[in-house]
């Protein structure tokens, strides 16, 4: 594909990155990963592709077995994966991976975890099932029942629940939190297909109706809590956020390829302080979102105490700063931004998406404030 | 020059241990914590003689330019061994000599060991790191701020003097320094890029006048200079005559370094810290801390606060890995405080309402607050502005094309009569 053939031309990658970089490049070159084929398949309902996403999972480059891999170098992945327009529950993966390693059964983590790793199996995570995160204000309630647990509720936006295996979600009971991993073909469990402005990506509405799944479903301890899913939480938000900051870095290079192909009134138009001021600030933005993730990649890895608000720091400012390099880049395109043909409006669509999944910079600026406990005071008080 | 003889090969964890006990010895512990936000920087006589008296005792207790060269009055160590002196120092209280200060170490002097004569390094280092000649840059002309090179003030070669005349502007500092590092024009007639000197010009000089501006916080902290037939010696000239520009990249190099605080120590990101602590303490005083929108400005603006600095850590982290821009994308970290800091000033005065606007006398604290907001376009302005940065940076690090210019192939007497006839571009 010649979109391909550029891949990791004309682009200046960190040398101590390379060894990560280059053999997921050379597998997006190698195996014909493409933004024709992201395209073809949007244009197709972007249903996702089994035999592909199985062919992603047996390289071993994106999965980390056993939740062993360093999230720095998980990030580095999912930069690349975002910079692709990969389709796929590739952080979802990661963090089902993680969570079945290090709170699953011992089924879980041998059979299901690593035929997940193999992409053998398939499953996604029901992300807003967390009460209390992203504002989401889903809650699945969870009933004992003889055979297990009987779930019925409703999960708004789960990436690829119509073509997986398996769904991760939270649930609530009298006792607390819980966590289950259940079989998408359960009796009770129904997947709508929404439409959405990320068209790359396929999203469904996840109705629980009388769900009666075993004891053995449970992913971790019954009542693990928000904080036993706290890792996987930090981990989605990095990921996501350095997928982003790939997405971007992928057009902020065409909108800057094109400011110095395209000529008007007798000059490239990057010659314009309107245009050049434009994509340097664009470009601020990109590397201070890249220094954003690097920075919480490493806060988490190094379990940092700040960790968790390094992350929605994190999230927060990439949110903003994705839709702002996103729009410069819509500007300084012009007329050519408003073809279907060109490929800009599907990085549009998904860094614009990417923005609001996993909580909105508006969810997590509410997030810091909690962290460093800033009350109201009460009516009155004033020091 | 020293107290203290080093022998070249001592370890870094030997420096430290002397380090720690010459600070104990010799200096005070520091009390008081840093306050983020500026008051009034001017500074008196007095003040200034005491730092300059501090200044000597750390250089003559042998930490003062710790990476400079011996012969130089330096101690020719690693920047590891700064490091570690800057780490054991911080609890000290060390001398402060202002922005001046700042200057006459992290750019003047290194643009003095990259680019001045034998004899002039000589005459004027070992006197700096000892606290006896403070400077300032006499760069900017009032007729002439981004466009540098356009600079007007004029030196004229008569033997082996020249005589300058002109005048200097947004000088830091320059009431209380020693010298001023001068960019004057030395030709009218040739290109305005060719034709420019670098001089050293001492403030007492027969013919200068130093006169701090007053600026809107009510402080007085740069300075304009007038030269009237100041007789300089051709030994005080730094680069040759008429190779000023390539003299000036250096110093703006060196001046963008210092205000992104310097490569290395930004690599270390420490943590974010606090929560907006200006800016909490203000929504307590206003009973705003529960108010959803003022949350939302308390925490992106802590988030900028750390931005700025993870920004910094990957900036030095890229520079050290060998980017093909190299220290041309130090200007990232000048743009992102320079948009930044207005950013957070207009957030912080929408968090303190009323109460940022009018204070009973004598409350200091508000006050600060108010001149945090006045002096939130600085860095947006001063030492290039956000303009001058994206130029630099959209040129340089993204490689755009420049603009047309209408300066080249003319001299520069002819560029001053094209613009003051400006009729467009035919």
Same mark, same amino acid.
């Given at each position: 594909?010649?979109?391909?053939?550029?891949? $990791?031309?004309?682009?200046? @990658?960190?040398?101590?990155?390379?060894?990560?970089?280059?053999?997921?490049?050379?597998?997006?070159?190698?195996?014909?990963? #493409?933004?024709?084929?992201?395209? $073809?398949?949007?244009?197709?309902?972007?249903?996702?592709?089994?035999?592909?996403?199985?062919?992603?999972?047996?390289?071993?480059?994106?999965?980390?077995?056993?939740?062993?891999?360093?999230?720095?170098?998980?990030?580095?992945?999912?930069?690349?994966?975002?910079?692709?327009?990969?389709?796929?529950?590739?952080?979802?993966?990661?963090?089902?991976?993680?969570?079945?390693?290090?709170?699953?059964?011992?089924?879980?983590?041998?059979?299901?975890?690593?035929? @997940?790793?193999?992409?053998?199996?398939?499953?996604?995570?029901?992300?807003?099932? @967390?009460?209390?995160?992203?504002?989401?204000?889903?809650?699945?309630?969870?009933?004992? #029942?003889?055979?297990?647990?009987?779930?019925?509720? #409703?999960?708004?936006?789960?990436?690829?629940?119509?073509?997986?295996?398996?769904?991760?979600?939270?649930?609530?009971?009298?006792?607390?939190?819980?966590?289950?991993? @259940?079989?998408?073909?359960?009796?009770?469990?129904?997947?709508?297909?929404?439409? #959405?402005?990320?068209?790359?990506?396929?999203?469904?509405?996840?109705?629980?109706?009388?769900?009666?799944?075993?004891?053995?479903?449970?992913?971790?301890?019954?009542?693990?809590?928000?904080?036993?899913?706290?890792?996987?939480?930090?981990?989605?938000?990095?990921?996501?956020?350095?997928?982003?900051?790939?997405?971007?870095?992928?057009?902020?290079?065409?909108?800057?390829?094109?400011?110095?192909?395209?000529?008007?009134?007798?000059?490239?138009?990057?010659?314009?302080?309107?245009?050049?001021?434009?994509?340097?600030?664009?470009?601020?933005?990109?590397?201070?979102?890249?220094?954003?993730?690097?920075? $919480?990649?490493?806060?988490?890895?190094?379990?940092?105490?700040?960790?968790?608000?390094?992350?929605?720091?994190?999230?927060?400012?990439?949110?903003? $700063?994705?839709?702002?390099?996103?729009?410069?880049?819509?500007?300084?395109?012009?007329?050519?931004?408003?073809?279907?043909?060109?490929?800009?409006?599907?990085?549009?669509?998904?860094?614009?998406?990417?923005?609001?999944?996993?909580?909105?910079?508006?969810?997590?600026?509410?997030?810091?404030?909690?962290?460093?406990?800033?009350?109201?005071?009460?009516?009155?008080?004033?020091? | 020059?020293?107290?203290?003889?080093?022998?070249?090969?001592?370890?870094?964890?030997?420096?430290?241990?002397?380090?720690?006990?010459?600070?104990?010895?010799?200096?005070?512990?520091?009390?008081?914590?840093?306050?983020?936000?500026?008051?009034?920087? *001017?500074?008196?006589?007095?003040?200034?003689?005491?730092?300059?008296?501090?200044?000597?005792?750390? *250089?003559?207790?042998?930490?003062?330019?710790?990476?400079?060269?011996?012969?130089? &009055?330096?101690?020719?160590?690693?920047?590891? *061994?700064?490091?570690?002196?800057?780490?054991?120092?911080?609890?000290?209280?060390?001398?402060?000599?202002?922005?001046? &200060?700042?200057?006459?170490?992290?750019? /003047?002097?290194?643009?003095?060991?990259?680019?001045?004569?034998?004899?002039?390094?000589?005459?004027?280092?070992?006197?700096?790191?000892?606290?006896?000649?403070?400077?300032?840059?006499?760069?900017?002309?009032?007729?002439?701020?981004?466009?540098?090179?356009?600079?007007?003030?004029?030196?004229?070669?008569? &033997?082996?003097?020249?005589?300058?005349?002109?005048?200097?502007?947004?000088?830091?500092?320059?009431?209380?320094?020693?010298?001023?590092?001068?960019?004057?024009?030395?030709?009218?007639?040739?290109?305005?890029?060719?034709?420019?000197?670098?001089?050293?010009?001492?403030?007492?000089?027969?013919?200068?006048?130093?006169?701090?501006?007053?600026?809107?916080?009510?402080?007085?902290?740069?300075? !304009?200079?007038?030269?009237?037939?100041?007789?300089?010696?051709?030994?005080?000239?730094?680069?040759?005559?008429?190779?000023?520009?390539?003299?000036?990249?250096?110093?703006?190099?060196?001046?963008?370094?210092?205000?992104?605080?310097?490569?290395?120590?930004?690599?270390?990101?420490?943590?974010? &810290?606090?929560?907006?602590?200006?800016?909490?303490?203000?929504?307590?005083?206003?009973?705003?801390?529960?108010?959803?929108?003022?949350?939302?400005?308390?925490?992106?603006?802590?988030?900028?606060?750390?931005?700025? !600095?993870?920004?910094?850590?990957?900036?030095? !982290?890229?520079?050290?890995?060998?980017?093909?821009?190299?220290?041309? /994308? /130090?200007?990232?970290?000048?743009?992102?405080?320079?948009?930044?800091?207005?950013? !957070?000033?207009?957030?912080?005065? *929408?968090?303190?309402?009323?109460?940022?606007?009018?204070?009973?006398?004598?409350?200091?604290?508000?006050?600060?607050?108010?001149?945090?907001?006045?002096?939130?376009?600085?860095?947006?302005?001063?030492?290039?502005?956000?303009?001058?940065?994206?130029?630099?940076?959209?040129?340089?690090?993204?490689?755009?094309?420049?603009?047309?210019?209408?300066?080249?192939?003319?001299?520069?007497?002819?560029?001053?009569?094209?613009?003051?006839?400006?009729?467009?571009?035919?």
């Amino acid at each position: 594909m010649a979109d391909d053939a550029s891949r $990791a031309a004309g682009r200046w @990658i960190e040398p101590d990155r390379r060894p990560i970089t280059d053999p997921v490049l050379g597998f997006f070159d190698e195996s014909g990963w #493409s933004l024709t084929e992201v395209r $073809a398949l949007a244009e197709a309902g972007a249903v996702l592709d089994r035999p592909r996403w199985s062919e992603l999972g047996a390289s071993g480059h994106f999965l980390p077995a056993g939740g062993e891999q360093s999230l720095a170098r998980s990030a580095v992945v999912a930069e690349e994966f975002g910079r692709a327009l990969g389709q796929g529950p590739f952080v979802e993966s990661v963090v089902v991976q993680l969570a079945l390693s290090q709170l699953g059964s011992e089924s879980h983590r041998t059979k299901v975890g690593p035929d @997940i790793v193999a992409g053998r199996q398939l499953a996604t995570w029901a992300a807003s099932s @967390i009460p209390g995160y992203w504002g989401s204000g889903s809650d699945v309630q969870a009933e004992s #029942s003889p055979a297990g647990f009987v779930l019925n509720g #409703s999960l708004p936006m789960v990436l690829d629940a119509g073509a997986v295996d398996w769904i991760l979600m939270s649930a609530r009971d009298g006792a607390g939190v819980s966590q289950f991993l @259940i079989p998408t073909g359960q009796p009770g469990l129904r997947l709508d297909r929404l439409d #959405s402005l990320d068209i790359t990506r396929a999203f469904y509405t996840v109705t629980l109706t009388n769900v009666e799944v075993p004891v053995t479903s449970l992913v971790g301890a019954r009542a693990v809590g928000t904080d036993g899913v706290a890792r996987q939480v930090r981990t989605a938000l990095v990921l996501a956020t350095a997928m982003t900051t790939g997405s971007m870095g992928h057009i902020f290079d065409v909108a800057l390829q094109y400011a110095k192909d395209r000529t008007a009134f007798g000059r490239p138009i990057g010659s314009f302080q309107a245009i050049k001021h434009l994509l340097v600030d664009a470009s601020l933005k990109l590397e201070t979102s890249r220094a954003m993730c690097d920075a $919480a990649a490493q806060a988490v890895d190094e379990e940092t105490p700040d960790a968790d608000e390094i992350v929605s720091m994190a999230k927060a400012y990439v949110a903003d $700063a994705g839709v702002d390099v996103a729009h410069a880049v819509w500007q300084s395109l012009g007329g050519i931004s408003y073809m279907w043909e060109n490929d800009f409006h599907l990085f549009l669509r998904r860094i614009t998406t990417d923005a609001a999944l996993f909580g909105t910079a508006q969810w997590h600026n509410e997030r810091i404030c909690e962290l460093h406990s800033l009350a109201a005071q009460p009516t009155g008080e004033q020091s | 020059m020293t107290e203290t003889a080093a022998p070249a090969s001592i370890s870094v964890e030997q420096f430290r241990a002397q380090a720690r006990a010459w600070l104990e010895a010799n200096l005070e512990r520091r009390t008081d914590a840093l306050k983020r936000t500026r008051g009034l920087v *001017h500074r008196t006589v007095e003040d200034i003689a005491e730092q300059r008296a501090l200044q000597a005792l750390v *250089h003559r207790g042998g930490y003062a330019g710790i990476t400079w060269p011996v012969e130089y &009055g330096g101690r020719g160590l690693t920047r590891a *061994h700064e490091l570690a002196y800057l780490d054991e120092a911080k609890d000290f209280i060390t001398p402060d000599l202002g922005i001046a &200060g700042v200057v006459t170490l992290a750019v /003047i002097a290194q643009t003095a060991l990259r680019h001045a004569s034998e004899d002039f390094k000589q005459r004027h280092l070992g006197p700096i790191l000892a606290g006896e000649e403070l400077w300032a840059e006499f760069l900017s002309d009032p007729s002439a701020g981004s466009d540098l090179a356009g600079v007007t003030t004029t030196a004229v070669r008569e &033997g082996d003097h020249w005589v300058l005349n002109g005048s200097k502007v947004w000088s830091s500092g320059a009431y209380y320094a020693d010298f001023g590092l001068c960019l004057a024009r030395t030709d009218w007639d040739v290109p305005k890029h060719k034709g420019l000197t670098w001089f050293a010009v001492g403030t007492a000089l027969p013919g200068v006048t130093v006169e701090p501006l007053t600026e809107i916080t009510g402080d007085a902290e740069f300075c !304009r200079e007038e030269f009237h037939d100041v007789v300089i010696a051709d030994s005080e000239r730094i680069g040759g005559v008429g190779e000023g520009w390539a003299v000036a990249q250096s110093v703006l190099q060196y001046e963008r370094e210092a205000s992104s605080g310097g490569l290395t120590s930004v690599l270390t990101l420490t943590g974010p &810290g606090p929560l907006a602590p200006d800016l909490v303490e203000m929504a307590r005083r206003t009973g705003r801390t529960g108010d959803p929108h003022t949350r939302q400005l308390i925490a992106t603006s802590h988030t900028g606060d750390f931005a700025v !600095r993870a920004l910094g850590a990957r900036l030095a !982290r890229l520079m050290l890995a060998g980017h093909p821009a190299g220290p041309a /994308i /130090i200007s990232y970290s000048k743009l992102a405080v320079g948009l930044m800091e207005p950013e !957070r000033a207009k957030k912080a005065m *929408h968090v303190g309402g009323a109460a940022a606007l009018a204070w009973e006398p004598g409350d200091r604290d508000a006050l600060t607050f108010s001149l945090g907001y006045l002096n939130s376009r600085v860095t947006a302005i001063a030492g290039g502005t956000n303009e001058i940065q994206r130029n630099a940076l959209g040129e340089r690090v993204l490689g755009l094309p420049r603009e047309p210019s209408f300066d080249r192939g003319k001299t520069f007497r002819q560029v001053q009569d094209a613009g003051q006839n400006w009729a467009g571009d035919s």
